[in-house]
């Protein structure tokens, strides 16, 4: 392994020597009795492995990142190469990740399990319906959507719901742009009743963020019961409790719930649940398999999607919020290249060295730092290393990060795995070991909307002003009728900014923030307000990655990245 050897990640990953997942088991000390199967290498755990007390013991480790860019920074790879480091130096560490979409990686990323020699495995599976809970998700949230559509049809039995305030919509896991709006119930009166409607994707699906923020089987059923589905033509509110969907829901459930055991390239524990995007939903893996890994290890080490701006922000003050979780330590990843894009280098001369892009660049790590600062929790840069990167610019990069105050190490868990990490497992562990405290929350939950809303807006993104168009003020008032308000809010924003405007990299402060409308996630237990062309069923490229996955006759899939 060295940092010159040019192989595919998915022919790293097809010619790794995989343990039986009994034996990855038994690491954790966990009975091969207490396993559910999915094969050799993967298996669910049961929940009755929560200890509350060993939860408080452990120490737990947010990966994060700056505002993403499109050569990418490598946070799953930073997350899964500094478990394997942290292993290495004599920390009982498990990694802790989101399921992967098929959206992204038949769209554009062609796989999310990590890369080089710091990957999950067996990677094909991981990539491709794993365990099946996606599809679980995906057939509990379309059954209730049934469920709405048969009782609006089957008048008798009716709850009298007026159809235009329905807003629960379908979903798929595929990224499929002419699904976004559809009209529903044509064909005649057999048809059912025609109105609009349309798909998310299911990592939007309003059952994804339950699943991942529920304590229990019992607390599943109540939140899925909690949905609010939409207004009787007298006003009155319903939820999916009134149309008794939720047992049936939680059936489809029944498996989904449970975390997933697969391993690392070097045979370390991982566990894999949930996927919520965080740019339209909390963007965190479920509260059950954080605090599964917690239970079983010293260390645990987890991400939250996209840039800090979103899934630590939404992490923080949403799932912390509920599950009364903290980080111990933030791990901030960063690239020498992705700071050049935010300085103003063309894409297309990233690999060519560039102090003086990189210095204007380095304003968005800066960002990033102060908004970790914000929640009272200690910092640690990962420098991802790229075979481009000049040893100027790294030098650079890790001076200014201690000018800032934060501790930075070059990482290159890519190229050498655990080998490759030490150095910032270390860092980790020395900055985790000096920290006795707890997060601090940006807002306060009980604050009316617009405050919170306000309060991320200016205090993490750096905006000037929100702006809220007519839907959503219309919104907050219907929200406030339904006695939804104290929720906590969780902003759809695009990732490629910390403004609603993707185009604005960088930076850039007092801009405007826009509102366009708000979402009602009250079995989740949170707000959604909409920004900017947030878009919660994604489309794919004029060259998606599906062109490029293939399988042969032996079975062996090719593509995958």
Request: proline fraction near 4%.
């Amino acid at each position: 392994m060295n940092r010159n050897e040019v192989k595919s990640d998915l022919e790293i990953a097809q010619h790794a020597k995989l343990k039986h997942i009994n034996e990855i088991a038994g690491v954790l000390g966990v009975a091969v009795d207490d396993l559910e199967h999915y094969g050799k290498y993967k298996a669910k755990l049961p929940l009755n492995l929560i200890d509350t007390d060993k939860i408080k013991k452990a120490k737990l480790v947010l990966v994060t990142a700056i505002t993403p860019t499109p050569p990418g920074e490598g946070k799953t790879t930073t997350s899964i190469g500094l478990t394997e480091g942290l292993n290495r130096i004599g920390k009982k560490t498990t990694v802790v990740l989101r399921e992967p979409s098929l959206g992204p990686v038949f769209g554009i990323k062609g796989g999310a399990a990590g890369g080089g020699y710091s990957q999950v495995v067996p990677m094909e599976d991981i990539n491709l319906h794993f365990t099946g809970d996606f599809s679980a998700i995906e057939k509990a949230n379309n059954l209730l959507a049934a469920l709405i559509d048969n009782n609006i049809y089957f008048q008798k039995e009716s709850l009298g719901i007026d159809s235009r305030t329905v807003k629960w919509k379908r979903v798929m896991d595929m990224n499929d742009r002419s699904l976004r709006h559809i009209i529903t119930g044509l064909g005649g009166r057999a048809g059912g009743t025609p109105r609009e409607a349309g798909f998310n994707i299911t990592a939007a699906s309003e059952i994804m963020a339950i699943l991942c923020l529920a304590e229990s089987f019992q607390d599943l059923k109540t939140k899925l019961g909690n949905i609010y589905v939409g207004d009787t033509y007298d006003n009155k509110p319903i939820y999916a409790r009134d149309l008794k969907a939720q047992g049936a829901m939680a059936a489809l459930l029944k498996d989904a719930i449970k975390p997933n055991l697969v391993q690392t390239l070097e045979g370390n524990p991982a566990i894999i649940h949930g996927g919520p995007f965080a740019n339209i939903a909390q963007g965190t893996n479920s509260v059950l398999a954080t605090k599964l890994g917690l239970s079983l290890s010293d260390y645990v080490v987890t991400e939250a999607g996209f840039g800090a701006d979103l899934g630590a922000e939404k992490f923080l003050n949403i799932k912390c919020g509920y599950s009364g979780l903290s980080p111990s330590a933030v791990v901030i990843v960063a690239t020498v290249r992705a700071l050049k894009y935010h300085g103003g280098q063309d894409i297309k001369t990233l690999t060519s060295p560039n102090v003086e892009a990189l210095k204007k660049g380095v304003v968005n790590l800066e960002k990033h730092l102060e908004n970790i600062a914000l929640y009272g929790l200690p910092a640690v840069v990962s420098i991802n290393r790229f075979n481009s990167d000049s040893e100027e610019e790294l030098s650079f990069l890790k001076s200014r990060c201690e000018e800032l105050g934060a501790r930075a190490e070059i990482s290159e868990g890519w190229a050498l795995g655990g080998e490759g990490t030490m150095a910032l497992a270390r860092a980790v562990v020395q900055t985790v070991e000096r920290f006795s405290g707890r997060y601090q929350p940006v807002y306060d939950w009980n604050s009316d909307i617009k405050t919170k809303v306000e309060t991320i807006a200016k205090k993490v993104y750096g905006a000037g002003s929100v702006v809220y168009q007519a839907k959503a003020i219309a919104d907050m008032k219907h929200i406030e009728s339904l006695g939804l308000a104290h929720l906590p809010i969780c902003i759809a924003k695009t990732q490629k900014s910390f403004s609603d405007d993707e185009a604005l990299i960088g930076r850039p402060e007092d801009f405007e923030l826009t509102v366009r409308e708000f979402e009602i996630a009250a079995g989740a237990g949170f707000l959604v307000p909409i920004t900017g062309n947030i878009m919660r069923l994604p489309g794919l490229p004029a060259v998606p990655a599906a062109l490029h996955i293939d399988i042969d006759d032996a079975g062996v899939i090719s593509g995958l990245s």
